[in-house]
């Protein structure tokens, strides 16, 4: 396969395979894999998905898997920082994090530590392209638009509440850069409309998203909405598409319509919580969007994706501060992300609702990709540091990366995988990949392994080639 090499290629790419999704035939229930095990074959774990992204590159080495602590001090050398955060003790006896994450310390005993996710080789390093990778399975560019993992959990299990999407995406905004990237697999691709997500930007508006703008009425909303559908009749989706993707697209329409009436609406109005539980959540809008995950799943969402938005160059994609920046990521993440886990066992709903925090890849001071397959360097770092903003982790390592899981089955109080102590901090034991990550929350949620539609002649599973196996090592 021709590696893509710019952000241009990728964004071409990928939006004509949105068009030749669109075009082609989709998938009928005839063309289902006839090889599925019954669901009493499958005893399931978990029944909600909640997946707390770290958009940008978080450094495991700053986070979950600290190392050797090397105070700034002007005239050092860039190759003595391994962490420039203090270590922590944990709820687990000899597990450490990085200072500034004191919260989710004290709960990682209620779930498993991974620390030894390795990210896919893709060439030069383009965040919105590892980012496609991780939340689909596949890796860019594909002939057909592939589904987001959220959309093939809507898909196989639907919505446990007819009313709430059972696909909801928090946090990401599409104006910023890089948005129309980001755009391909915010998507259902060739699973149809239906199945695609229910974006919620920004979630202090979250009831704006539910409901016709300030001012105007019933009526007139319920003018535009068949004006809507008379303009997507005449737009290309209505002139090439198939029935069934028009019919998926009609039927997403009518999902909203009746969320906008619905009692259930509220669910998306923080102001519904006690002041005291909304302070404990409110340290912006990712702490808000944990907030609205927790009321959601409490309404019966069943996938719900929270991120800390990728924008170039700002949150966790640290090209230059590193540790400053990480000061400000740790207050944003860290109170809220242990409230939801709190909150979520004393309710008992953690026990069926699985969470998942990761991110696309982790970073180094001097690793650009892995220490066995190097690509170009994209962050110039001085041998000699004198400047505070050089003093951090800069460039993006895709040889060790930690993740956190809870709930749904995963075993509590677990440690799974190592890396290297000293640079380069890779792993060295147990190593873990995406698909593995993806068929381990698909095994957990009763999704057969060997279910798949078939494309172009071309069978599509939720895994690559069918081929991802469970980590049975992270459940119960």
């Not at 990728?10 to 939006?15: I, R």
Request: aromatic share 8%; proline share 6%.
């Amino acid at each position: 396969m021709k590696t893509i090499r710019n952000r241009r290629d990728f964004l071409k790419k990928t939006s004509a395979a949105a068009m030749a999704t669109m075009a082609m035939g989709a998938p009928l229930s005839g063309l289902l894999s006839s090889c599925q095990r019954t669901p009493q074959a499958m005893p399931t774990t978990a029944d909600s998905v909640i997946l707390l992204y770290m958009a940008g590159g978080m450094a495991h080495t700053e986070t979950f898997d600290p190392k050797k602590y090397t105070p700034f001090r002007k005239g050092m050398e860039s190759k003595e920082v391994l962490s420039t955060f203090p270590s922590i003790p944990t709820a687990l006896d000899g597990i450490q994090f990085s200072e500034g994450l004191e919260n989710i310390a004290q709960i990682i005993d209620r779930g498993t530590l991974i620390r030894s996710y390795v990210a896919a080789d893709l060439g030069h390093i383009l965040h919105t392209r590892h980012q496609y990778h991780w939340h689909t399975c596949y890796e860019p560019p594909q002939s057909v638009l592939v589904p987001h993992m959220g959309s093939w959990i809507s898909k196989e299990l639907g919505p446990l509440n007819p009313v709430i999407p059972a696909f909801i995406n928090i946090g990401q905004r599409f104006t910023v850069g890089e948005g129309e990237e980001l755009k391909a697999f915010h998507s259902a691709g060739f699973l149809g409309s239906e199945y695609g997500p229910f974006l919620i930007p920004d979630p202090t508006g979250g009831l704006d998203s539910v409901r016709p703008p300030v001012g105007m009425s019933t009526k007139r909303f319920e003018s535009r909405n068949q004006l809507y559908e008379r303009l997507i009749s005449e737009s290309a989706m209505g002139e090439f598409g198939s029935d069934y993707q028009k019919e998926s697209l009609k039927r997403s329409m009518e999902q909203a319509y009746i969320l906008l009436n619905s009692p259930e609406a509220k669910a998306f109005d923080l102001s519904q919580e006690p002041k005291e539980k909304y302070d404990a959540y409110n340290t912006g809008k990712f702490g808000l969007g944990c907030l609205m995950a927790k009321r959601l799943v409490e309404q019966g969402a069943r996938f719900i994706s929270v991120t800390t938005e990728y924008e170039p160059f700002f949150g966790w994609d640290t090209h230059e501060n590193g540790h400053t920046r990480l000061v400000d990521m740790k207050k944003m993440i860290d109170a809220p992300i242990a409230q939801l886990i709190k909150d979520l066992d004393e309710s008992g709903r953690l026990d069926r609702t699985m969470i998942i925090l990761a991110s696309e890849f982790s970073r180094d001071m001097l690793t650009e990709g892995r220490p066995d397959l190097k690509v170009k360097d994209q962050v110039e770092v001085p041998d000699i540091i004198e400047d505070m903003k050089n003093y951090g982790m800069h460039r993006h390592f895709t040889d060790g990366c930690s993740m956190l899981m809870f709930g749904g089955g995963v075993k509590r109080g677990h440690v799974y995988g190592k890396t290297a102590d000293e640079r380069p901090c890779k792993t060295i034991e147990k190593p873990i990949k995406i698909d593995s990550i993806h068929q381990t929350m698909y095994h957990a949620l009763g999704i057969d392994p060997e279910k798949h539609y078939e494309i172009e002649k071309r069978p599509f599973y939720t895994t690559p080639d069918g081929l991802g196996k469970a980590e049975l090592d992270l459940l119960t």
